[in-house]
């Protein structure tokens, strides 16, 4: 599996930010269920190197884990070694750029200008984070998109069911959905995990639609 190919095709990465450690399993279950097929786990979560390394061997072959607020090459590689296969961050570090394509790893660094785009771009970025998205909309991917077509842009932060086709539409390559998708204020029940598919499920629609 090429992970950037994988995450490419498939689009949609589930952030999770904050969840309990024995539900992160399920959650990634419930969301690969409805047609997911990258997860997210924030480094600011409890037990976030641990929940990476388990979600990754539990998932192998399913779902492509990856490490979210990765702030600084040491964390990177931290995440790299529990398992991450991409690493995701709100920022642009050139060092975490680096570090991640050391160990063959997609980097997905943060910028919002289109300075900050196409410098993430340069350091080697492979598809950069648009954070936050939901402030300006999809028709701000369709301005960068005039003089940076060649840049995979990852909309990020405020993407919902109601404006995922939008970004889609301008051009965006694949999408970060955060409580959007997987609300983890929400206790992880039965009922929860199969309306958790079902928003999965929704997701990969309108995309694909």
């Known amino acids: 599996m090429n992970p950037l190919a994988h995450i490419l095709e498939h689009k949609i990465v589930a952030i999770v930010r904050g969840a309990n450690s024995p539900d992160l399993v399920k959650i990634a279950q419930a969301v690969h269920a409805g047609g997911v097929r990258m997860m997210e786990i924030t480094l600011n979560s409890p037990g976030a190197l641990a929940s990476i390394e388990e979600?990754?061997?539990?998932?192998?072959?399913?779902?492509?884990?990856?490490?979210?607020?990765?702030?600084?090459?040491?964390?990177?590689?931290?995440?790299?070694?529990?398992?991450?296969?991409?690493?995701?961050?709100?920022?642009?570090?050139?060092?975490?750029?680096?570090?991640?394509?050391?160990?063959?790893?997609?980097?997905i660094p943060g910028a919002y200008t289109t300075t900050e785009i196409l410098n993430a771009y340069e350091y080697g970025g492979d598809i950069i984070k648009v954070f936050p998205a939901g402030s300006s909309g999809a028709s701000y991917f369709k301005d960068i998109a005039g003089p940076l077509p060649h840049?995979?842009?990852?909309?990020?932060?405020?993407?919902?069911?109601?404006?995922?086709?939008?970004?889609?539409?301008?051009?965006?390559?694949?999408?970060?959905?955060?409580?959007?998708?997987v609300d983890t204020k929400q206790a992880v029940t039965d009922e929860y995990l199969a309306k958790l598919t079902e928003k999965a499920r929704a997701f990969v629609a309108a995309v694909a639609g």
């Open 151 to 181: 840049i995979p842009l990852m909309p990020t932060g405020g993407v919902s069911l109601d404006n995922i086709k939008g970004f889609a539409e301008a051009g965006a390559k694949a999408f970060g959905l955060g409580s959007s998708l």
């Open 55 to 107: 979600v990754a061997r539990e998932m192998e072959g399913k779902l492509l884990v990856g490490a979210g607020t990765v702030l600084d090459p040491e964390t990177a590689r931290a995440a790299l070694l529990a398992g991450a296969q991409y690493i995701i961050s709100p920022t642009l570090n050139k060092k975490t750029i680096r570090m991640t394509k050391r160990y063959g790893a997609v980097s």
